[in-house]
């Protein structure tokens, strides 16, 4: 998807100079997090968000998603200030699945839809048709218990996309999942961004992850953070699994490591000297 001559109306989140601390100014334990930060995110585009452990994207997504008031700016999404959590705009996936054991994974679906005000008539066809789209459908009366840790997150996800919200947010999903587990989920998702349409703002610690995934990747600075740089990746959806042998895969995932080299070290330096982790 290209991100070139976008417009206004085209915008789906839109971030004006937002900035994040913990802590007092002066008290040993005020931390920044985030430097003061502008983009706008477009309507059906899936932007990856990347950095140093403790850069702020979590921090950043969370401002976004309204659980988080920011110390400085404001975000707005789909046209509406964000002053808190926004249910009918905005769904999250984290990277613990949060499913209820003692209930099946179409009554977890049942109850996000609950939570949200969905009325109970809707229920069941939303149901049935996200467990379909992850591919779940035989598995909606079993519990999580009794499901692998990738079909856990696919239940996660299939929850998120019963609310219906044209934006999700999805914060390292995939993080504790093994490598080719990863790689499949990847390429579900973005079968489901090519049907779907939604805005997805998705935070990652792998550059691979992040070159297959996303229209665009935010690549931030070491704490306190700052959007480095943005790069396009400018590849179609849905992906294919060849794509990550082809050149511009490598070229991509290189450039990223080359931006995220230098921020890691300071991280890293940081840490020796006791001032970090």
Known sequence: ????????????????????????????????ALQETTMDIYRGELLALIGPSGCGKSTLLNVIGGLLNPAQGHVDVCGKRVDGPMPHEIAYVFQENALFPWNTIIENIRLGMLFQGVAKSEHEDRAQQSLKAVGLMEFANHYPGQLSGGMRQRAALARALSLDTPVLLMDEPFGALDEQTRMV?????????????????????????????????????????????????????PRKPSFMTAEKFTRLRNELYDLLHDEIRKTVDLGSRGGGF
């Open 185 to 237: 989920l990847g390429e579900d998702l973005s079968v489901l961004l090519s049907r779907t349409r939604k805005t997805i703002i998705f935070v990652t610690h792998s550059l691979g992850e992040a070159v297959f995934l996303a229209d665009r990747v935010a690549v931030f600075s070491a704490r306190p953070g700052r959007i480095k740089q943005v790069i396009n990746v400018d590849e179609a959806h």
């Open 1 to 32: 998807m290209s991100m070139q001559n976008q417009t206004v109306d085209q915008v789906a989140v839109s971030i004006h100079g937002v900035a994040h601390h913990f802590g007092e100014s002066g008290d040993a334990k005020h931390v920044k």
